[in-house]
């Protein structure tokens, strides 16, 4: 039995501290290069989120192809019995995107660390500037439709009574004022929560402790299908992972996001 066992999926850092040692541990470290240099939680391995982007234009939240995955997981090490825990420095858009993937190719071991680094450096925990062996094995990987909805699906399910588009962008976005891509505005009947709602600042960046009953006042709901979306799925990695962590059944990430709906000439538009 892992020491991960019947854990949340977020986890607190004395939660990761009492397991550093685990043998099955894959920790992953999503924040700036830069600081990851200076100081990182020991045994971390740095991955630069763009790599879990698709880097072609206009719409590089799409998923990597099957080769640049396997390429990426390989340097990580990845394994059948390996627990991932992900943090970053960017409130965890970052690492949720990450965590994302993990759903993509079906890891079911996998935690967020709550508060990730700042929480971490709460007390007198160790850090380190080591960098550990890179790895070489190829695994072979098979991508899951499920956690993801494409441009394709959103519209043949658009308007669904079961149905939940939650959109993570910023209030100005929301309503076209903040225009990132041709056409501004939201998907109709999207319910706007930014990503950051779901963090308490008081709490070094955690989650809020009212999470559930948060969503639950604004419709987004388990017991609706939910797809969750931003402008280039990063915002959203945050809210996909929320989703997940509170059990929603039926959680998908649109990863087009608005960089592809906005740069559309004829998908559904309200402002």
Known sequence: MSDFSNLPRIIE?????????APELILVDLGSLARYSERHIPGARHLDVMRTHRSNSPSPGL????????????EL????????VAYDDDGGTAAGR??????????PHWHFLNGSLAAWMETDRPLSSAVPETTSSRPQLTLRDGPTASREYLQEHLGAADLVVWDARS???????????ARGGHIPGAINLEWNSGID?????????DIAQLLASQGITPDKEVITHCHTHRRSGFTYMLARALNYPRIRAYAGSWAEWGNQPDTPIES
């Open 13 to 21: 850092p004395e939660d990761l501290a009492a397991r550093l040692e």
């Open 171 to 181: 209030p100005a976005e929301y309503r076209g004022e903040n225009l990132r891509a």
């Open 201 to 209: 600042p008081q709490r070094n960046q955690r989650v809020r402790l």
């Open 77 to 84: 090490g990845h394994r059948p019995d390996a627990v991932y």
């Open 98 to 107: 990450f965590l994302w993937l993990l759903d993509v190719i079906g890891h």
């Open 63 to 74: 998923l990597p192809d099957k080769n640049e995955l396997e390429q990426l997981f390989g």
